[in-house]
């Protein structure tokens, strides 16, 4: 077990009672109480599956991030101490690079391929929560810690906030609870703000990609309210029709594969099947959210769209 795995395990493990004290208290609220929610016993059994394997693998490449996190600290401009002040101070600049993580991971398909998996269920509840990404250190957006580190955070107090605002996200992911008071809707991100990021209705994709505080998506306009008359559709805008966890796993994956090796295509063509926007094609057969948005009038065309998916 490297350091890493003793700064995150804790927080992961002495976590795990407590969301499955939510699962089960959510199922009591929707099955005996009449709460707006869906019951799914397979669909959360394969989230609670998922979850459970990817803390195993990601904890198993954890040293990939710690290691380069260590590395660059030899260049760091000045050593923060470590008192609540700097914790605090970093959780929030780690909030706004998970902001930024999370938005490469919709926009870019090497990454969307890990991050898919979250997006995989057709319903929203706590369990759906853990459902997650196997291989969150070779996504290549792990290297946006390193400027935390640069500016003088501990690269542990680092891995220790993303791992604290993992948890955090947990409490985002049910239909049970409706909004919050004012004031927490305004600054944090709140179960109707990530039902949003959930959904697939036109409006709603790329919307809220907030881990704690949603003041990021406000800031950089990305952020759209949940509109009660519309609630969303949850899922992917092309649902995986498998319960099979390692098909889900490798689904993107080997969606990536199989294009790069098409014949024909330009070395370009091939680069842009990996790091283009997901819905990218290279003879525009399919659809990116952009054009899901447009076809839906809820962007202007693009001046010169002879080509829509380029
Ligand atoms: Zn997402
Ligand atoms: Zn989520």
């Not at 839906?296 to 769209?305: E, R, S, V």
Request: with cysteine; net charge positive.
């Amino acid at each position: 077990m490297d350091v890493s795995n003793i700064i995150t395990t804790p927080v992961i493990l002495s976590a795990i009672p407590v969301f499955f004290l939510f699962i089960f208290a959510e199922i009591i609220a929707v099955r005996y109480f009449n709460q707006r929610g869906s019951l799914h016993a397979k669909d959360d059994s394969v989230s609670i599956f998922m979850g459970l394997f990817s803390v195993l693998t990601n904890g198993a490449a954890a040293f990939l991030t710690l290691g380069m996190l260590v590395w660059a600290q030899q260049f760091q401009i000045y050593a923060l101490p470590l008192t609540w002040t700097t914790l605090i101070a970093c959780f929030v600049v780690d909030d706004l690079r998970y902001y930024l993580h999370h938005r490469i991971a919709h926009r870019c398909r090497w990454p969307w391929a890990m991050h898919i998996i979250h997006h995989s269920s057709q319903r929203i509840s706590f369990a759906v929560a853990l459902r997650q990404g196997w291989t969150k250190h070779f996504t290549g957006t792990t290297i946006l810690k390193v400027p935390l580190v640069l500016i003088g955070f501990d690269p542990l107090m680092v891995i220790f906030c993303g791992a604290l605002n993992a948890v955090y996200q947990f409490f985002l992911h049910t239909d049970t609870v409706e909004k919050l008071p004012r004031w927490v809707e305004a600054v944090f991100n709140t179960p109707s703000h990530h039902r949003v990021h959930h959904g697939k209705n036109p409006q709603y994709l790329d919307a809220n990609y907030a881990g704690t505080l949603i003041i990021w998506d406000r800031l950089f306009g990305t952020f759209v309210a949940e509109d009660p008359s519309d609630r969303p559709r949850y899922g992917l805008v092309k649902d995986f029709e498998t319960f099979n966890p390692f098909r889900i796993f490798i689904h993107e994956y080997w969606g990536i594969l199989k294009d790069i090796v098409r014949p024909q295509l330009s070395l370009r063509q091939r680069l842009l099947y990996v790091v283009a926007p997901p819905g990218w094609s290279h003879d525009g057969s399919r659809q990116s959210s952009r054009d899901i948005k447009r076809a839906a009038g809820l962007l202007d065309a693009p001046p010169n769209a002879t080509h829509p998916a380029e």
